[in-house]
């Protein structure tokens, strides 16, 4: 196999594709979705089964410290009781980012993967983008109206009308594509260290790896902090603090 | 199922039909998470820091009832040294009051006992007077028989003579009483 070939193998957009009913879905992206969503539930039904107060188990304890940090953040954005859905939805974006992101160190040894982190196709990461940003909108509309919602992207100076309603058709657009950059990337990083010579492929790519489970934790983070920040547009505005 | 490999044919950051599977999936995961899990990570997480709270609030209380209860035992000590000190001061004074007592029955009872010795040496000595007084019978009879034997010829230097005996007979008489008290 020569180095060429393994470049080749690594084409952006390549998938298993899997042909239901007519149309093509990324059957890699769907397989590992599916992992990643049963791993989480997996934990997060074990903890239920034996959580308690006085005697946490250490899973407990890391599902809790998440709880924590997330209600921390939601309470400070904008006041728990402004959103309270946000914190099980941030929730569930950390933890089943994260999960689908460490699937990015097990190798099935197929090309392409069979399950490779789900964050690598835009399908998911758009999917994500859509329901955080699109609840944003409705939720907000729904809590201010129409005029109190989009009222503060025209506000003075005029000259930032246009950046403001960008930024906010950005929201989306950054959010998916951020996570999609840093894990595809992760994926590009092991296709190439994986053209090495086999002798000493196996340092770079253990070191890889490695930084790639923390860019997978950093993601998750980064994904659940901006919904929270996104969120708080919904909030009550403050007088002055909206620009 | 078709299962097989493609090469993207268009723009990979197209998404395709994948985006509403991918939708769902999370939907679901989301649901299942709000629904069944999360619910049970908080309910303990509030009951320990109730828990935690609760603690803190009874340390707070335990460390105000041990404050009080040493100043109780200061105060109690405080008072208990004085009454110490009351009963000591009151015992020395109980102490000089008997001893004063005492040494006044002491007097009062010396006193007495020397008042009925006196007593008894004046019951004595006149009982002694007494007896002398009935001797002096025999007394003048041999008084006179010793007169008679003078030949007495004056009745003044004889009634002279038996008054400076008595006399003699009383200054004896004092004079003994004086040596026995």
């Known amino acids: ?243 | 199922m078709a299962h097989h490999t493609e090469l993207a044919a268009g723009n990979f950051l197209v998404p395709n039909a994948t985006f509403i599977a991918e939708f769902i999936a999370f939907l679901l995961i989301l649901l299942i998470i709000a629904r069944y899990i999360l619910p049970r990570v908080e309910g303990p997480l509030r009951e320990r820091q109730e828990i935690i709270r609760k603690q803190m609030e009874d340390s707070d209380e335990a460390k105000r009832k041990l404050a009080e209860a040493e100043e109780k035992y200061k105060a109690a000590l405080v008072e208990a040294r004085e009454e110490a000190a009351q009963i000591r001061e009151h015992a020395r004074a109980e102490a000089q009051r008997t001893i004063e007592e005492l040494r006044a029955q002491a007097l009062e009872e010396q006193a007495r006992i020397i008042a009925r010795g006196e007593e008894q040496l004046a019951t004595q000595r006149n009982a002694i007077v007494r007896e002398l007084r009935t001797e002096i019978g025999t007394l003048a009879v041999e008084l006179s028989e010793k007169i008679i034997d003078q030949r007495l010829s004056d009745d003044a230097q004889v009634r002279a003579t038996v008054d400076s005996f008595i006399a003699g007979l009383e200054a004896q008489d004092i004079a003994q009483a004086g040596s026995q008290s």
Do not use: C
Request: net charge positive; proline share 6%; aromatic share 10%.
């Open chain 1, 1 to 243: 196999m020569s180095n060429t070939t393994v470049a080749i193998n690594i084409t952006p957009g390549e998938h298993i594709h899997w042909h239901l009913f007519g149309v093509t879905l990324n059957g890699d992206t769907i397989t590992s979705t599916l992992i990643a969503g049963g791993i989480v539930l997996l934990l997060g039904f074990l903890v239920r089964r034996k959580a308690s107060a006085r005697e946490p188990t250490k899973l407990q304890l890391a599902f809790e410290a998440v709880v924590q940090y997330v209600e921390k953040q939601v309470e400070d954005t904008m006041g728990i009781k402004t959103a309270p859905f946000v914190v099980p939805l941030a929730m569930a974006l950390f933890l089943f980012i994260f999960i689908s992101n460490l699937l990015a160190i097990v190798p099935t040894g197929h090309h392409p993967e069979y399950a490779p982190p789900p964050a690598s196709d835009v399908n998911l990461t758009y999917a994500l983008a859509v329901l955080v940003i699109g609840t944003m909108h409705v939720v907000g509309i729904r809590k201010k109206g129409l005029r109190g919602y989009y009222g503060h992207l025209f506000r003075k100076p005029y000259l930032l009308i246009p950046l403001n309603i960008i930024e906010e058709i950005m929201k989306p657009v950054t959010l998916s594509l951020r996570l999609f950059g840093n894990i595809f990337a992760g994926t590009i990083m092991v296709a190439l260290i994986a053209a090495m010579p086999a002798v000493i492929l196996w340092l770079p790519d253990i070191l890889w790896k490695l930084f790639d489970a923390f860019i997978g934790l950093i993601q998750a983070f980064i994904f659940a902090l901006l919904t929270i920040i996104y969120f708080s547009s919904v909030a009550p505005a403050k007088e002055g603090a909206s620009h």
